[in-house]
């Protein structure tokens, strides 16, 4: 099944949204991830995107963009958001109900460990990351969807709703920087 | 380091990958029932709404009678109701969605407007219903 009869489905009955997040949730999950290092803020901010997402998805119609750009465009937002005000993430998430909190709580920290292992793996990773979150949030967002999920920049340019040019300088403004930061350590 | 081989250390690098999450099928079942919250919401202001129809309904077909005397007379008989469904929703309504709105302008303040609209169209709707209802309510 293709995006636009998903989308068909769920304008149908919302319930269908289950299935566009089984497909993008873990993606999303793991940019947002790999853009704050941090468990707890991912869970976040994961979750405010698809509560948003499925909030605005009966008005969501092809217009360029996909599903997935536009999920990508809702994390990047979320992320951003949360770089800027550096604070404690006042999350959708702590709203919602769940039948089984401490079943969910439990799967939640099991998710932790398992993730925290495997950061703890990618040394060059961790430090490159270090050094980016220094970084103006316009260049870690460029920079970590260029070479932390290996998107091309049609993609790039779609999710950030930018123009080629500006990507292009964005991109190499961005690298010199972090090159610069990288170097000193 | 040049930048080409500092571009080239990036590509290389190994990420952390995210191959399996225990908790996002029981987030997935409570994002769907989130929807439930948005109805009972809608209720509450389509309360209100529902008895200002029937107010103005009232004034088309008896003459004698405008909407502003109807919601004086419902206002003296159930004080109480009148305070609750014509004051205390609203402005709450009004004070929710309009926070609401600001949070998402926040986060989307880089995009378009029609994609602020596509996402706000609602609360903004919420919002004028509810100040409507106190602006008939306070006349």
């Given at each position: 099944?293709?995006?636009?009869?998903?989308?068909?489905?769920?304008?149908?009955?919302?319930?269908?949204?289950?299935?566009?997040?089984?497909?993008?949730?873990?993606?999303?999950?793991?940019?947002?991830?790999?853009?704050?290092?941090?468990?707890?803020?991912?869970?976040?901010i994961?979750?405010?995107?698809?509560?948003?997402?499925?909030?605005?998805?009966?008005?969501?119609?092809?217009?360029?963009i996909?599903?997935?750009?536009?999920?990508?465009?809702?994390?990047?937002?979320?992320?951003?958001?949360?770089?800027?005000?550096r604070?404690?993430?006042?999350?959708?998430?702590?709203?919602?109900?769940?039948?089984?909190?401490?079943?969910?709580?439990?799967?939640?920290?099991?998710?932790?460990k398992?993730?925290?292992i495997?950061m703890?793996?990618?040394?060059?990773?961790?430090?490159?990351?270090?050094?980016l979150k220094?970084?103006?949030?316009?260049?870690?967002?460029?920079?970590?969807?260029?070479?932390?999920?290996?998107?091309?920049?049609?993609?790039?340019?779609?999710?950030?709703?930018i123009?080629?040019g500006?990507?292009?300088?964005?991109?190499?403004?961005?690298?010199?920087?972090?090159?610069?930061?990288?170097?000193?350590? | 380091?040049?930048?080409?081989?500092?571009?080239?250390?990036?590509?290389?690098?190994?990420?952390?990958?995210?191959?399996?999450?225990?908790?996002?099928?029981?987030?997935?079942?409570?994002?769907?029932?989130?929807?439930?919250?948005?109805?009972?919401?809608?209720?509450?202001?389509?309360?209100?709404?529902?008895?200002?129809?029937?107010?103005?309904?009232?004034?088309?077909?008896?003459?004698?009678t405008?909407?502003?005397?109807?919601?004086?007379?419902?206002?003296?008989?159930?004080?109480?109701?009148?305070?609750?469904?014509?004051?205390?929703?609203?402005?709450?309504?009004?004070?929710?969605?309009?926070?609401s709105?600001?949070?998402?302008?926040?986060?989307?303040?880089?995009?378009?407007?029609?994609?602020?609209?596509?996402?706000?169209?609602?609360?903004?709707?919420?919002?004028?219903l509810?100040?409507?209802?106190?602006?008939?309510?306070?006349?």
């Amino acid at each position: 099944m293709d995006e636009i009869e998903l989308l068909d489905k769920i304008k149908v009955n919302p319930d269908h949204f289950s299935e566009l997040f089984k497909l993008y949730y873990k993606p999303i999950f793991g940019y947002i991830f790999r853009r704050t290092g941090d468990f707890d803020s991912t869970a976040d901010i994961a979750a405010d995107t698809f509560l948003k997402a499925f909030r605005g998805i009966s008005h969501f119609s092809y217009k360029g963009i996909s599903v997935k750009v536009w999920l990508y465009r809702i994390a990047t937002n979320e992320v951003n958001l949360y770089f800027r005000h550096r604070q404690k993430h006042n999350s959708l998430f702590e709203k919602i109900d769940f039948e089984k909190k401490d079943i969910f709580h439990n799967f939640l920290e099991n998710d932790r460990k398992e993730l925290e292992i495997e950061m703890q793996k990618h040394e060059t990773f961790l430090t490159v990351l270090k050094e980016l979150k220094l970084l103006p949030v316009k260049y870690q967002e460029v920079i970590s969807l260029k070479y932390f999920e290996g998107k091309e920049n049609k993609e790039i340019i779609e999710i950030l709703n930018i123009k080629e040019g500006t990507l292009k300088s964005l991109l190499s403004r961005g690298i010199q920087k972090l090159r610069e930061k990288c170097n000193q350590i | 380091m040049k930048t080409q081989d500092f571009e080239e250390k990036l590509n290389r690098m190994t990420k952390p990958e995210v191959t399996h999450l225990k908790h996002e099928d029981m987030l997935a079942g409570a994002l769907i029932k989130a929807k439930d919250k948005s109805a009972l919401s809608w209720w509450w202001l389509s309360l209100p709404i529902y008895i200002i129809a029937a107010f103005i309904m009232k004034s088309l077909f008896m003459p004698q009678t405008t909407l502003s005397i109807s919601m004086h007379e419902f206002a003296s008989k159930e004080k109480t109701l009148a305070i609750l469904l014509f004051l205390i929703v609203p402005i709450v309504f009004s004070i929710l969605n309009f926070f609401s709105i600001r949070k998402i302008y926040r986060t989307i303040e880089n995009q378009k407007i029609s994609a602020l609209l596509h996402f706000v169209w609602f609360n903004f709707l919420m919002m004028l219903l509810s100040i409507l209802i106190l602006i008939i309510y306070l006349l």
